[in-house]
């Protein structure tokens, strides 16, 4: 008995550390010409935010960050802003966003070429 408390005690702490260990484990990444991520890749009712963040190639006067739904209507949109930052991070407001999935596209202009990215997968928002 005492050998098997010890062997559950021991699984539950090695897998705690594993999930723990890196607030990354569960992000969303993008492809494409701008990299970002999200903070997560499933948002549950409990959710607030969809936080993205990332960097940009080159300084720029900012990005668009447009939050679509599957069929492809965009759904909220934020500007990053300006004055020469590569790094950006936006916030999404969950509240008034129906359940679903989402994808992210980042867009900005450099010139005059286009540089956009999205999320590798659709993340999902339950509510």
């Known amino acids: 008995m005492k050998k098997n408390v010890m062997t559950l005690f021991t699984t539950t702490l090695l897998v705690f550390v594993f999930f723990a260990g890196s607030s990354e484990a569960f992000a969303m990444t993008s492809k494409g010409a701008i990299n970002f991520q999200t903070d ?16 940009l190639d080159r300084l720029n006067n900012g990005a668009g960050v447009f939050l679509v739904n599957k069929a492809g209507k965009t759904v909220k949109y934020t500007f990053t802003g300006c004055c020469n930052k590569r790094s950006f991070r936006v916030s999404f407001s969950t509240k008034n966003i129906p359940a679903g999935k989402y994808d ?24």
């Open 40 to 55: 997560a890749n499933t948002y549950s009712k409990r959710a607030t935010s969809i936080v993205v963040t990332g960097t």
């Open 104 to 127: 992210v596209i980042v867009s900005t202009d450099w010139g005059t070429r286009n540089y956009i990215g999205e999320l590798k997968h659709y993340i999902t928002v339950q509510h």
